[in-house]
């Protein structure tokens, strides 16, 4: 099992469309990361957060310690959405990374 | 601001040479900077780790003579993959952090990537 885990792996929506990824972890993390990998392979660091809630546009991150989960909302999804989130706990100096979903936006 | 650079961005070589792939904090000092390979539908997996100045520490499964790692300023860090193999195409992806204030920030920022191709 891995210790970073995201749902769902692929996900299709139409534009317009409010989208919810989830990432759940089973370590102790100092922050987390919410990653965006465009098909190029750049990857843009979305949010970082340590509790509460982040709002940066029409994305929303938001992280509950207790429960050791958070989640990216995308709000009136667009086709220029389509990419592959990746959520990323910082443990003891590093990254561990979920395995990414997939994300097709259909205009 | 916080912007990293990779060089090349693509390289095809042949089997057994080396490939010395660069990156660089083009506007911040990057006390910590993270090597990262990434395989086709796949999640980014840690290579090594390097702070500037010292050796870097490498992941367990990683052949520290075959993956060259040196970050020799607080600007740029290499990766040379040494002899390289086919088995070695991948995308090589680096990352920086820096320190804010006292502590270092828990911050990385990425580069675009290098994608090598071993033929």
């Known amino acids: 099992k891995n210790e970073v885990e995201q749902s769902p792996q692929n996900l299709t929506a139409q534009e317009g469309e409010f989208i919810t990824i989830n990432c759940s972890y089973s370590?102790?993390?100092?922050?987390l990361h919410w990653l965006q990998q465009h098909p190029g392979g750049g990857i843009v660091s979305l949010f970082m957060?340590?509790?509460g809630k982040k709002k940066h546009g029409r994305l929303i991150a938001t992280i509950n310690i207790q429960e050791k989960h958070s989640s990216l909302h995308i709000t009136a999804s667009h086709p220029r959405d389509s990419a592959v989130y990746i959520c990323?706990?910082?443990?003891?100096?590093?990254?561990?990374f979920g395995t990414g979903t997939r994300l097709q936006v259909f205009p | 601001g916080a912007v990293v650079s990779q060089h090349p961005s693509w390289v095809i070589c042949k089997s057994g040479t080396s490939v010395k792939i660069e990156c660089r904090s083009l506007?911040?000092?990057?006390?910590?900077m993270f090597w990262y390979r990434q395989f086709p539908k796949q999640s980014l997996m840690l290579m090594a780790t390097?702070?500037?100045?010292?050796?870097?520490?490498?992941e367990q499964g990683v052949e520290k003579d075959k993956f060259l790692i040196n970050h020799a300023s607080l600007t740029l860090s290499t990766l040379t993959v040494t002899s390289a193999h086919p088995e070695d195409s991948s995308f090589y992806i680096c990352?920086?952090?820096?320190?804010?204030?006292?502590?270092?920030?828990?911050?990385?920022?990425f580069g675009p990537g290098t994608r090598l191709t071993v033929t």
């Open positions: 390097s702070n500037e100045g010292s050796k870097a520490t490498y």
């Open positions: 990352s920086a952090s820096r320190f804010k204030g006292l502590a270092r920030s828990y911050e990385q920022y």
């Open positions: 370590v102790g993390i100092s922050a």
């Open positions: 990323a706990g910082y443990n003891t100096d590093k990254l561990i």
């Open positions: 506007d911040f000092q990057a006390t910590t």
């Open positions: 957060l340590s509790s």
